[in-house]
């Protein structure tokens, strides 16, 4: 079974700097089956990002998702107030079908 | 536009069953599939399974086989999922989420709002 370790837990940023969150896979995983997704308080989570670096309809360009093999960005060029957020990284394999990383809490420093 | 509407919050007692449901609107039913992901108070996204509407297929976490079922009914374009022998270690929110595209590899582009389910003596 393939975990995803996203790192850091908590980054603590504020409006307008570039936020980078990393999730490591502990196997080679194919870029096509990396997704993002986004998630506030009460909500649901939104997807953001599939195929590694394709924005989901309607997500803004300062979004955007890199990486190959094992490690995997997400970057936020220029914080919004409303990206503050916990976001998760996932990944499609055989068996478990689904699996996501444990988070990282995006918080106003 | 699509959309997944679940059914309501459920109180239900150890050792009970508990059956939620998905309704989908706005696309083809059977052309896309829907997993199922929970989320305990605090903690992070838990994928269930996953099934097909289209030939009813089915996915499952190792962790719930033999406790999780997934159906759905194409004429009413609902899924649903029931969960037996429950423990307060399943009070969670449920979500249905719809694949973004049909084969399910690419993630899950639309979720219902989500369903709490508490298990409480």
């Known amino acids: 079974e393939i975990v995803l370790t996203q790192s850091p837990g908590t980054l603590s940023l504020s409006p307008g700097e570039r936020a980078t969150l990393s999730c490591r896979a502990s196997?080679?995983?194919?870029?096509?089956?990396l997704a993002w997704y986004q998630q506030k308080p009460g909500q649901s989570p939104r997807l953001l990002i599939y195929?590694?670096?394709s924005r989901a309809t309607g997500i803004p360009d300062r979004f955007s998702g890199s990486g190959s093999g094992t490690d995997f960005t997400l970057t936020i060029s220029r914080l919004e107030p409303e990206d503050f957020a916990v976001y998760y990284c996932?990944?499609?394999?055989?068996?478990?079908?689904?699996?996501f990383g444990q988070g990282t809490k995006l918080e106003i420093k | 536009q699509v959309q997944l509407v679940q059914s309501g919050a459920e109180v239900k007692k150890p050792g009970a069953s508990v059956k939620v449901s998905c309704t989908a609107s706005?696309?083809?039913?059977?052309?896309?599939?829907i997993s199922w992901v929970r989320q305990a108070p605090g903690q992070g996204l838990e994928w269930m399974g996953w099934?097909?509407?289209?030939?009813?297929?089915?996915k499952y976490t190792q962790k719930l086989q033999g406790r999780v079922t997934m159906t759905t009914d194409t004429s009413t374009s609902t899924a649903y999922i029931e969960l037996r022998s429950l423990r307060s270690d399943d009070t969670a929110v449920y979500y249905c989420?719809?694949?973004?595209?049909?084969?399910?590899?690419?993630?899950?582009?639309?979720w219902g709002q989500g369903t709490t389910v508490t298990v409480s003596s």
């Open positions: 989420a719809r694949d973004l595209y049909g084969s399910g590899l690419y993630g899950m582009g639309v």
């Open positions: 195929g590694a670096s």
């Open positions: 996932q990944q499609y394999g055989s068996s478990p079908m689904y699996t």
């Open positions: 196997q080679i995983i194919s870029s096509s089956y």
């Open positions: 706005g696309y083809t039913f059977t052309r896309f599939g």
């Open positions: 099934i097909s509407p289209y030939n009813g297929n089915t």
